[in-house]
């Protein structure tokens, strides 16, 4: 039986259709059955979901991926590319690899979002990043509760606040003032932002709580990893723990996570202990 990849592709780039043209071609002649059709099914049976495109396009393929547990190997097109493994001047290497079966993963843990309406219905959703609860468009701001484990912490009106995993604390939990948690931290993360209140501090809490937010006043809305959305009206209560299915990143090495701050950020690392790194 031939041998299975799910490619996955950022549209309208030039330069990325070209990369996946060679990628499928490549990989065709090594002998694989490539999929590009990108629906629900692609991922049933492949070893590897290869992402050509930016972190928006592997959040894409985790969609793909996550009923199958099937990896995803991205090449990074986009800006920062956190989720990705390689740069597209790897791309002819990145395929060697891959033939070769010369690759590891790591586990990345998800969220499940669970929204408990006034009516007493209730709507699911998940995310690998994060669930970012924001106002909605007809409102200023809407006046929410947060909570962990059943007990409120505090009060406020606020824009949006942010419930993260550790892989999307580099996102916009980042950009929020969050701090950043090592990817193999199992951990879930609420950054409020302009909150109104003395108390907006994140919170990161271990991967047995529960946390919570209730909206009081003032319609809101989910985006579930920017892709996703869920209607929170006022009277709706928010609630997020550890998903029960992961996501795998495929890895082409063992550079600590520390190494990849930096290189993603460009961190300057020239400091009081340059002397003794040189």
């Known amino acids: 039986?031939?041998?299975?990849?799910?490619?996955?592709?950022?549209?309208?780039?030039?330069?990325?259709a070209e990369s996946a043209r060679y990628a499928r071609v490549s990989l065709e002649k090594a002998g694989f059955l490539v999929d590009v059709s990108e629906s629900d099914q692609a991922a049933q049976g492949a070893e590897l979901i290869l992402v050509i495109g930016g972190d928006g396009t592997v959040l894409r393929?985790?969609?793909m991926s996550r009923p199958w547990e099937v990896p995803i190997l991205g090449i990074n097109y986009g800006h920062v590319g956190f989720l990705s493994e390689a740069d597209p001047e790897d791309l002819q290497g990145v395929i060697e690899r891959i033939v070769a079966h010369d690759w590891s993963f790591e586990k990345r843990m998800t969220i499940d979002i669970e929204v408990h309406y006034p009516d007493g219905t209730q709507?699911?959703?998940?995310?690998?990043?994060e669930a970012s609860i924001e106002k909605d468009e007809d409102v200023r701001l809407f006046e929410a509760a947060i909570g962990v484990d059943d007990r409120e912490i505090s009060t406020f009106k606020v824009d949006n606040v942010l419930f993260s995993t550790a892989?999307?604390?580099?996102?916009?939990?980042f950009s929020a003032g969050g701090p950043i948690v090592w990817p193999n931290v199992e951990a879930l993360l609420l950054t409020p932002i302009a909150a109104h209140a003395l108390f907006t501090k994140p919170l990161v809490v271990g991967?047995?709580?529960t946390l919570e937010l209730h909206v009081y006043d003032g319609n809101a809305r989910i985006w579930c990893d920017g892709r996703r959305e869920v209607k929170?009206?006022?009277?709706s209560t928010v609630t997020a723990i550890k998903g029960k299915h992961p996501i795998y990143l495929a890895r082409l090495n063992s550079q600590p996570f520390s190494q990849r701050?930096?290189?993603?950020?460009?961190?300057p690392v020239t400091g009081w202990r340059h002397d003794r790194l040189s």
Do not use: C
């Open 261 to 267: 701050l930096i290189t993603k950020f460009q961190l």
């Open 207 to 209: 991967p047995d709580s």
């Open 232 to 235: 929170t009206p006022a009277g």
């Open 123 to 129: 709507v699911k959703n998940w995310a690998l990043n």
């Open 1 to 16: 039986m031939a041998r299975k990849i799910a490619l996955v592709m950022h549209r309208g780039s030039h330069d990325v």
């Open 167 to 173: 892989t999307g604390s580099t996102a916009y939990n």
């Open 61 to 63: 393929a985790a969609e």
